[in-house]
């Protein structure tokens, strides 16, 4: 097996600037680890194009071959569990990021970050969903521990057209709850629709406001863009209401005031999907492969092959990526 050659889309640094490109590689250049695994599909995620432009917080040292998902079968396992044969998934943890991930034909990972196939999924399927869709139901689970439900109003998804936002849009719509979608492009409104937003609004909801508190709009909201936009939809949200908080596009800062929190008691929920313990990572994959499936999504998720993926790293990065993308191996 270790003389075994793969393919591989790799990034190397020349003079300060990343380039992406296939290149062959052997198995015994993978990191050392318990489970070797034959990678049919990867999933595109906001970090892998923070990884392939260089992002020294995402990657350390180059080259190195981004993927912070993957999903294939197993072909050598030192644990036996999982046990070779068997399909995995595997999302987070340091795939993609210092370890070799998913952009990769094969990967060597940790047995203890391997979650098995849920019953009736393929890899492609899982992959639809990915990191990001994994993200998009940590934030709705952690909304619905909070006691959200459909009767207390509208809930907000910001960036909804992302890959994160539009697997919430979908998985909220399909809960029962009145979505308001909060969209930069007004040429998604329809594709948002269709994933059951009942609204679709423009990002100027969210814009700066020098009012400390603005009239309650939203009984909950899931927010994927962090920055100035979720100081704003707070001042929005209505009393004991909460906001699910996963991402950064719009900035890492958050420049708030306490007023949402002690006048309308409003809670802020961090939502990780990378260290979390794999068996809540294993118990939300089987609600997408149960009753949180969400067809639309997975109808209308984009297949690129290792070609394709300089150009669609690059729209992330412009925020100008919608909607889910899978990297298959063999396309
Ligand atoms: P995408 O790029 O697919 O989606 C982000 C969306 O945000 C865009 O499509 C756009 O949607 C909107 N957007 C982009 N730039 C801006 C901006 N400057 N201001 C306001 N809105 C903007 O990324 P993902 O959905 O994959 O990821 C979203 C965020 O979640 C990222 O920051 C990512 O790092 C984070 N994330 C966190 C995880 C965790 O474990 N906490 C796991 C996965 C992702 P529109 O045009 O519709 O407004």
């Known amino acids: 097996m270790n003389d075994t050659q793969f393919k591989a889309w790799r990034v190397a640094e020349q003079d300060g600037s990343y380039y992406g490109s296939e290149q062959v590689l052997g198995i015994k250049d993978l990191p050392e680890g318990e489970v ?38 197993v072909i050598e396992s030192a644990t036996g569990a999982p046990a070779a044969g068997s399909k995995v998934i595997v999302t987070g943890y340091d795939l993609g990021m210092n370890t070799d991930g998913g952009f990769g034909e094969y990967i060597r990972v940790p047995s203890a970050w391997c979650v098995p196939m849920p019953a009736g999924w393929e890899a492609e399927t899982a992959m639809i969903y990915g990191t990001a869709g994994l993200t998009a139901g940590l934030c709705v689970q952690k909304l619905l521990r909070m006691g959200a439900g459909p009767e207390q109003g509208r809930v907000a998804v910001s960036g909804a057209s992302g890959a994160v936002g539009s697997v919430a849009v979908e998985l909220l719509a399909k809960l029962g709850f009145d979505v308001v979608a909060i969209s930069g492009k007004a040429d998604h409104a329809e594709s948002l629709k269709k994933l059951g937003a009942t609204e679709v609004v423009g ?32 001042k929005q949200i209505k009393p004991g209401g909460s906001v699910s908080c996963c991402g950064l596009v719009a900035g890492p800062q958050l420049q708030t005031t306490v007023l949402p929190f002690i006048l309308r008691g409003v809670n802020l929920l961090g939502v990780d999907s990378v260290e979390i313990p794999l068996a809540d990572k294993e118990a939300v994959w089987k609600k997408f492969a149960e009753d949180w499936k969400c067809p ?21 990065l412009k925020g100008e990526s919608a909607g889910k993308i899978v990297l298959d191996h063999k396309a």
């Open 296 to 316: 639309t999504i997975e109808a209308s998720a984009k297949r690129i092959g290792r070609t394709d993926l300089d150009d669609a790293l690059s729209a992330f």
């Open 36 to 73: 070797l695994i034959k990678v049919s599909h990867s999933s595109l995620n906001y970090k892998d194009a923070l990884s392939a432009s260089g992002n020294k917080g995402v990657t350390r040292s180059f080259p190195h071959t981004p993927g912070i998902d993957a999903a294939g079968e």
């Open 203 to 234: 990002r100027d909801v969210l814009a700066d406001n020098k009012k400390p508190m603005l009239r309650p709009e939203f009984a909950n909201a899931v927010d994927t863009v962090g920055g100035s936009p979720l100081a704003e939809l707070l």
